[in-house]
């Protein structure tokens, strides 16, 4: 992992993408306090362990709340469309 000043960064913009093509992980300090973080992307986002927390505290976070809204049962071509539809 790499550290490198915001203005650093800015003037070597592509060859910091270029870098986290590669897979090499880039921190961005301001007055050398750590502000941002550069890291390849997957290329298979389920397999990305921050994406994966992510989705399993919203399902977490959506069984946890309470069913709303009414059931109607399927949808028939009239209700879509209108009894005198073509």
């Not at 399902?59 to 309470?66: A, D, G, P, Q």
């Amino acid at each position: 992992m790499r550290e490198m000043s915001v203005r650093e960064a800015n003037q070597n913009f592509s060859q910091v993408v270029a870098a986290a093509e590669r897979g090499e992980t880039i921190i961005i300090t301001k007055n050398g306090t750590a502000v941002a973080r550069i890291s390849p992307q997957p290329l298979d986002r389920a397999s990305d362990p921050h994406w994966q927390a992510a989705f399993a505290a919203l399902e977490k976070s959506l069984r946890s709340k309470r069913a709303t809204g009414y059931r109607v049962g399927s949808i028939t071509e009239d209700d879509k469309y209108g009894p005198d539809a073509p």
